[in-house]
């Protein structure tokens, strides 16, 4: 036997279909992860990514100045090396939103903030300073890795 088509339930589901709002497919679209490649993708697997975005958050791997010189000229080596990597993946300093800065020595601290300042812009992400036990790796004396949007 066929149940009868004016019941409460069935007029409640046409009642719904009328109403349902149709969602836009911008926001039927999930956040994707992309690997930022400078030049092209490497043939074979690497350690880690030097930049990675999801959705229009972008995540700056730390970069490290290994070659001589002192704190100032590490700090705008490393400097520089976060921009490129912002620029590359269609963001920019001023886009920064968190940055973490890894000091070898904490000694170095006022040395590293003379290069620091006003590379941000006029309204700088929030900072994380520490010195690092047992130093930065390869001998740097600064690392700075960077959260920012595109």
């Known amino acids: 036997m066929k149940a009868p088509t004016n019941t409460r339930r069935a007029m409640l589901k046409t009642a719904v279909a009328a109403t349902a709002v149709a969602v836009p497919a911008a926001a039927q679209d999930k956040p994707t992860k992309k690997v930022h490649y400078k030049g ?3 043939k074979n697997t690497p350690l880690f990514s030097g930049a990675v975005s999801y959705g229009n958050l972008l995540f700056v791997a730390g970069k490290g100045a290994h070659f001589a010189g002192d704190i100032k000229a590490h700090t705008k080596h490393v400097l520089d090396e976060v921009e490129k990597e912002l ?10 939103l968190k940055c ?12 590293m903030n003379e290069v620091f300042r006003g590379r941000f812009g006029a309204e700088p992400p929030v ?10 790796p390869g001998n740097s004396l ?4 960077v959260i920012a949007y595109i």
């Open 127 to 136: 900072r994380t300073t520490i010195a690092a036990a047992g130093g930065i």
């Open 100 to 111: 973490n800065v890894y000091l070898n020595d904490l000694k170095d601290y006022a040395g």
């Open 142 to 145: 600064v690392e700075i890795d």
């Open 87 to 96: 620029v590359n993946a269609g963001s920019s300093m001023e886009k920064v």
């Open 40 to 42: 092209q993708k490497p």
